[in-house]
């Protein structure tokens, strides 16, 4: 596996709380995306990043925030978590010329309750 | 936006038997087709891939065929092994973008019975 570590692995909250989710890599990639994993729907695209301090959002993007101070991390903010979000989050980063081609971390799974 | 169809949500083989995914893709700028396999509480992980040039890619038992015609492309397993169970997606990347943004299918839980 990429050096793709995602912190914390398990997470229990209330709704209305802020969470954060960190994504750390080791490999230098420059693009980075987090995505959200649930029955039915495969993996949806929440925000991506293709540098330092450059974002943009996927397709279910609506409550989350994302912010990429260092090439090696890659933060998702929930800022006022609620039920629809209980989800496996994963992240995954992908390097320039391969960009294609995705290594994603281990999951975290968030409950919002 | 892309949008990416997989069939079927669950199937059941015998061991050594062959196995058959499909997937369909909406937009037909797409060049980029990769699948994931994900095993029970593990990451996905690129297990091959094919581009919009190539109409077929073997790597060992398995293999990707894409008919860009009919926006289909489809994942053959052959003789298949109880290590084969797992949840597998489907993926295109729509033309024109870059980043490596990717729409997934639903996945397709494939269970091999010993």
């Known amino acids: 596996d990429a050096g793709i570590t995602q912190s914390p692995r398990h997470k229990v909250t209330e709704t209305g709380t802020p969470v954060t989710l960190r994504c750390h890599q080791t490999?230098?990639?420059?693009?980075m995306y987090w995505y959200r994993q649930d029955p039915g729907h495969g993996l949806r695209l929440i925000h991506y990043?293709?540098?330092?301090?450059?974002?943009d959002k996927g397709e279910v993007s609506d409550g989350y925030s994302v912010s990429r101070s260092k090439t090696e991390d890659f933060l998702l903010t929930l800022e006022s978590a609620t039920s629809s979000q209980t989800s496996v989050y994963f992240c995954?980063?992908?390097?320039?010329?391969?960009?294609?081609?995705?290594?994603f971390g281990a999951g975290t799974r968030l409950s919002v309750l | 936006g892309e949008n990416v169809e997989q069939h079927p949500s669950t199937l059941s083989v015998q061991e050594g038997d062959s196995a058959v995914i499909k997937c369909t893709y909406s937009?037909?700028?797409?060049?980029?087709f990769p699948w994931y396999k994900q095993e029970l509480g593990k990451r996905p992980q690129l297990i091959i891939d094919?581009?919009?040039?190539?109409g077929e890619k073997k790597d060992q038992r398995i293999a990707v065929t894409l008919n860009k015609t009919a926006k289909h492309f489809s994942l053959h397993i052959t003789e298949t092994q109880p290590e084969d169970s797992a949840v597998y997606f489907c993926?295109?990347?729509?033309?024109?973008?870059?980043?490596?943004?990717?729409?997934f299918g639903q996945g397709t839980i494939l269970t091999v019975h010993p």
């Open positions: 094919i581009r919009s040039n190539v």
């Open positions: 995954a980063s992908s390097r320039a010329g391969e960009e294609n081609i995705q290594y």
């Open positions: 993926a295109a990347k729509a033309g024109g973008t870059s980043y490596g943004k990717l729409t």
């Open positions: 937009d037909s700028a797409s060049n980029y």
């Open positions: 490999e230098n990639h420059r693009y």
């Open positions: 990043s293709y540098g330092v301090k450059d974002t």
